[in-house]
C-alpha cells in the first residue's frame, strides 16, 4: 500500500518540481551545477596535487615549461627543460595564461594547479551553452536539453578539466563556439558576426592550431547558406578573413623576429611527424624520442636550435614515407581505428582497458549514427557536423592519435549521441506497447 506523502512533504516536493521546471531549462543552473561537479572532483580527488616527478613536468609539459619562463622573465622560451631560448613548439594563448598564474600563485604550486584546473573547469562548464544552442537549432529542445545536462553531469568529459593543465577545455569551448556562430550566420545581418567570425578563429588557431582544419569547411559553409539565401557573403568573408589575419599577425611578426623566417604559429609539425613515422613506427606515439623523455634529442635540439632541429625531424620522416608508402598507409589505417577506438592500454589493469576502449569505440559509433541519421533525415546542419568530423582529426591519421585529441570535438559528437538515443524511441515496434 502506497503511503501519502504529508502536506509539508508535498509541499517541498512541489515547490522542487516547480524549481526544476525552471531550472532545468536555464543556461545559469547547467553551467553552476556543471562547475560545481568539476570543482568537487578537483578538491575531493586532489587533482591539483601534480606528481613531482620528472621536475614537475607533468604540470602542463611542454606548456608549464614555457609557462615558468614567462614567469621568470625569460619570455615565451625554454619548452624543456634547459634553457634554449625563444620558442614556438606550442600555440601562445594558454601558456602566457601559465605564465600570468605562475607569477601570481608560484611556479608548479598547487595553488597554481587549482587556479589553471578551476579556469579550464569553467571553460568546461560554459561549453553546455553552445552546445544547447546548436542542438536546438540543428535538431530539437529534448535533444538540446538532455545534450547540455549530459555535458554538465557526466564524469568522462570531466577528465580532462579537472586533471590536465593544457588548453584541452578552452580548445572545446572555442569550437562549439565556432560551429554555433557559423550555423547562426546565414541568419545574422551587418558586418558584426562576421568580424566576431574571423576574430573566434584567430583565438583558436593560437589556442590550438589544429583546429584550423576546420576553418575551410565553416567559412565556405556560412557562404553557401547566405548564397541559398539570397544573400551577400564575399564581403563579410572577406571582412571575417582580414580580422582573422589581424588577430594572428602579432605572433608571426613575433615569430619572423625570434627566428628570422615566418612560421605560421607553431614550429614543431616535423618534429610531430617523425614521432608517428619512423623505425619502430606502430601507429601510436614514440614517446621514447621525444626530446623531454630522450637525452640524445634533447641534446640536438640543443645543438641544432628548434627549427633546424624541427626541419631535420621532418626530413627523416618523409624519407621514412616514401621509402615504404604501405607501412605508411597501414600505420595511418592503424591511427584512424586508434583515434575512434582508442589507443592500446598496456600500462591499464588488465579487465579495465577493454572496458575503457569498448565505451570510447561505443561512443564513435553512435556519433557515426547519429550522424548518419541526421543526413539522411536532412536535419539542419547535419553537413556541419560532417565537414567537421572529416576535417579536424585528418591529421592525426598522418602523426600520431590521443584520447586528448579527440575532446575538443566531443561537444559535437556528443550531440549527435544524443540525438540517436533520443531517436531510438521511434524505431520500437508498434506492437511493443503492453494492451491498458
Known sequence: ??????????????????WWARARTSFLWMVVI????????IIVGHTYKFKAYDNDFSFGWEMGRIGRAI???????????????PTAWEPPLYPYLIGGVFRLAGVYSHASAFILLTINSVFSALTCIPMFLIARKC????????TGWTWAILPSVMYWCTRWVWETSLAAFLLALIFWLTLQMEELEGMTPWIAFGILWGVAGLTNTSLLAFLPASGLWAMQRRWKLGRHALVGAFIAAVFF???????LVRNYESFGKLIFIRSNFGAE????NGPGANGTWMSYIHPSQNVVEMRRY????????????????????REDWGRFAWLSLKRFIYYWDGLPRSS?????????????LASSVLAFWGLGRALRKRQPGAWLFLWLILSYPAIYYFVFPHPRYRHPIEPELGILIVYVVSEAQFSRPRGSQKPA
Open 34 to 41: 556543471a562547475l560545481f561537479l568539476r570543482l568537487a572532483l
Open 302 to 321: 640543443q645543438d641544432l636550435g628548434e627549427i633546424a632541429y624541427v626541419a631535420e625531424r621532418k626530413r627523416e620522416a618523409v624519407a621514412f614515407i
Open 273 to 276: 611527424l617523425r614521432l608517428g
Open 1 to 18: 500500500m502506497v503511503q501519502a506523502r504529508s502536506p509539508h512533504t508535498q509541499t517541498v516536493y512541489e515547490k522542487f518540481e516547480h
Open 245 to 251: 589575419a589581424a588577430t594572428i599577425a602579432p605572433w
Open 348 to 360: 591499464e589493469i588488465p579487465p579495465l582497458a577493454p572496458l575503457k576502449n569498448a565505451l570510447f
Open 71 to 85: 614567469a621568470a622573465g625569460h619570455g615565451f622560451a625554454d619548452p624543456f627543460d634547459s634553457h634554449t631560448g
Open 139 to 146: 535538431f530539437n529542445e529534448k535533444v538540446a536539453l538532455w
